[in-house]
């Protein structure tokens, strides 16, 4: 195999061996991945074809670096006001923050992806992050550049990380301002954000730098007198769901906008069912954040969360009982969730083994309300719960069902003789006492030492 050295002078010879190497490389996996047996001599030379790329791509940047650094040392010293503060280089894209100090745009972005909200040079906490490009210090740059002989990449095509232009950048503010035309615009544009939000993470990162980005995408659901388009309902709730999975930032930003969690809450009741699950899905993402949930349970996004459990869609019961059962780790929503009768919906759904798996951590974690114990003992949750152990092979599942039956047995005696007999007749709960989970052995345990205590006490009167 040649080696990649031997083009490095000739940039346009390094992109012709480049694509060599890939379709070698590209014939190389297909031969390793159908092969039965792992071939190490293919392995061997795939892995020597990745070394050689890598160097090609590392000779590429050191090269282009040293060809600049080259023209900046013969221009002499560049003038301080010109260097970033974050890179202390010159800067190619300034741009202002909040603090009113100047950046270039790649390094400031990197600061503040990192979940930094505080001004570098200054410690200034931002209010807002976004990016103001500083025309003034720009042409200024270019002045001096033109002056020695230095060539900088135009805005337009200088890319950012991840390979985002300042061009993408306009194409996005584009597309925001069409969400306030006509019905055919605001369709077009929806479709193109639920995409660039799905699979561009510098897209999703400009809806927490740009101001109003947010109730822009929001505004044909806000401003919908007769019921949003179907289409373009269902394409910005996912866009709302994509921008909330980028970061905690996101999901705060998201969650403290005025219109989003109505319009989220709304979504969950109407639309097609791919835009209830979504919506539902944008909920489950939002509660991973503790003041989010409290913000998600007061303004009513359980209940109708449990009505969608109800109706028992399959493609939608899986980010309905998430979201439950995220909003719920909070004390307060467990109270609510109980109220709104998600104890009633969850169990006749485990009773007709819909779903077991994804249901049972919800219940399990409502069962610590006494009022969840009362209503599952209401119900006849016992024999329900004994069976699930006796049938899965899921540990995490028989943990859950040993977990609720602990609360009921500590809370309501009525269900003891049904738990003695259950014992007596398939040992039920020794079995998990001696090869459960950690926990679900202490929960046993508990169990019958209650049971065992409760005959000696009996014994004795």
């Known amino acids: 195999m040649a080696k990649s050295g031997v083009i490095e002078g000739d940039p346009a010879a390094a992109a012709v061996r480049a694509a060599e190497l890939k379709k070698e490389l590209l014939k190389l996996v297909k031969a390793i991945v159908d092969e039965e047996d792992v071939n190490l001599d293919a392995v061997e030379r795939a892995y020597q074809m990745l070394v050689a790329l890598k160097e090609m791509k590392l000779k590429k940047t050191v090269s282009l670096k040293l060809r600049s650094d080259r023209e900046l040392a013969s221009a002499g010293t560049v003038p301080e006001e010109f260097k970033c503060p974050l890179s202390m280089e010159l800067m190619r894209d300034p741009v202002i923050i909040d603090s009113g100090q100047t950046y270039d ?12 909200r505080t001004c570098p040079k200054t410690q200034q906490v931002l209010t807002h992050t976004t990016l103001a490009p500083n025309h003034l210090i720009r042409e200024m740059i270019t002045k001096w550049c033109n002056k020695h002989g230095i060539k900088l990449p135009d805005p337009v095509n200088y890319t950012y990380e991840e390979g985002f232009a300042e061009s993408d950048r306009e194409h996005f503010l584009s597309l925001l301002n069409r969400m306030s035309s006509s019905l055919s615009e605001q369709k077009e544009a929806a479709k193109e954000l639920r995409r660039l939000t799905r699979k561009t993470a510098s897209v999703r990162a400009l809806f927490a730098e740009t101001p109003n980005a947010i109730p822009q995408l929001l505004a044909p659901l806000r401003d919908a007198t007769n019921g949003p388009h179907p289409d373009l ?8 769901l994509n921008i909330a999975i980028h970061d905690d930032n996101n999901k705060k930003l998201v969650a403290e906008t005025p219109a989003a969690i109505p319009l989220l809450i709304d979504a969950v009741k109407n639309g097609s069912i791919e835009t209830r699950s979504n919506a539902a899905a944008a909920i489950f993402t939002l509660s991973a954040l503790d003041s989010n949930k409290a913000l998600l349970g007061k303004s009513g996004a359980l209940k109708p969360l449990i009505e969608l459990l109800r109706e028992g869609h399959p493609a939608a019961m899986n980010d309905a009982a998430s979201a439950i059962f995220n909003l719920c780790i909070l004390h307060e929503n467990k109270v609510r969730a109980v109220r709104d009768g998600a104890v009633e919906v969850i169990l006749e759904k485990i009773k ?4 077991v798996d994804i249901l049972l951590p919800p219940l399990a974690l409502l069962s610590t309300n006494q009022k969840c114990v009362e209503e599952m ?10 069976e699930i152990i006796r049938e899965t092979t899921c540990d995490r599942n028989k943990e859950n069902c040993i977990a609720m039956l602990h609360a009921i047995c500590f809370s309501d005696r009525t269900k003891w003789k049904a738990m003695r007999e259950e014992e007596s007749m398939h040992r039920t709960i020794s079995q998990v006492a001696q090869n459960g989970t950690s926990r679900a052995q202490r929960k046993a345990r508990g169990i019958l030492e209650r049971l065992n205590k ?3 006490v009996t014994h004795t009167a």
């Open 105 to 116: 745009r790649p390094f400031i972005q990197k600061w503040l992806k990192s979940g930094n």
């Open 233 to 240: 309902h269902e394409d910005i709730i996912t866009s709302v």
């Open 352 to 355: 007709n083994k819909a779903r």
């Open 377 to 386: 003992g209401d119900l006849e949750a016992v024999p329900c719960l004994f």
């Open 454 to 456: 409760s005959v000696n």
